[in-house]
Structures are given as C-alpha cells and as structure tokens.
C-alpha cells in the first residue's frame, strides 16, 4: 500500500515473520519524489514483535505507522530531503564540465 501523505510518500508492507514463518510483521517507509521522478527513502521501520495472519492488515497497519513517522518527524525529514537535494546538486555540478 503506498499514498501521498504531506508531500511525501508512505507505503506499508508485509514481510515474514522470524524465522521465516507464516506471521507477517508490518513495515512502514517514507519518501519522496525528485523531479526526475526518482523516489529517495528517507526513512523504513520493522515491526519484528507484532505479527499478524493477514497481509493486508499487516501493510495497513505499516502505512499507519508510516503516517506517525511523518506527523512525529516531519521537520527532520524535511530537513533530510532538503539535504539530500544538495548533494545531488553538488555531484552532478562537479560532473558537469565547466563553461570558460
């Protein structure tokens, strides 16, 4: 499951259980999108303890999680994007050749 969320993107996921059981453990990311339509992660979190039976409760209750992220940390992240923009900036300007 993934949605846009305050200028950002979330997703919700489902993965299995330790050790490799039939329970799934909900995972949440958060990122954004470059304006070469590229997505930067900015953020993943696993829920190992909470498992459930059910996928899509699972990927639900990620994409719960991911909106918590975002409302608790949405200066960091922000902060975060704005940092991984200028140092996207920075590299392709040293690989660009210089004009005289």
């Not at 489902?14 to 590229?38: E, F, I, M």
């Not at 909470?50 to 699972?58: L, Q």
């Not at 990620?62 to 960091?76: F, M, N, Q």
Request: negative net charge; glycine residues 4%.
């Amino acid at each position: 499951m993934q949605e846009q969320y305050k200028n950002f993107w979330i997703s919700g996921h489902a993965t299995p259980g330790y050790p490799a059981g039939h329970n799934l453990t909900p995972s949440a990311s958060v990122s954004y999108q470059r304006t070469d339509n590229s997505l930067i992660d900015l953020s993943t979190m696993n829920v190992h303890n909470f498992t459930f039976d059910d996928r899509e409760d699972a990927e639900l209750i990620g994409l719960e999680l991911a909106r918590l992220i975002v409302d608790t940390c949405y200066p960091e992240l922000r902060r975060e994007q704005e940092e991984t923009e200028r140092r996207v900036s920075e590299r392709q300007s040293r690989k660009s050749p210089s004009r005289r």
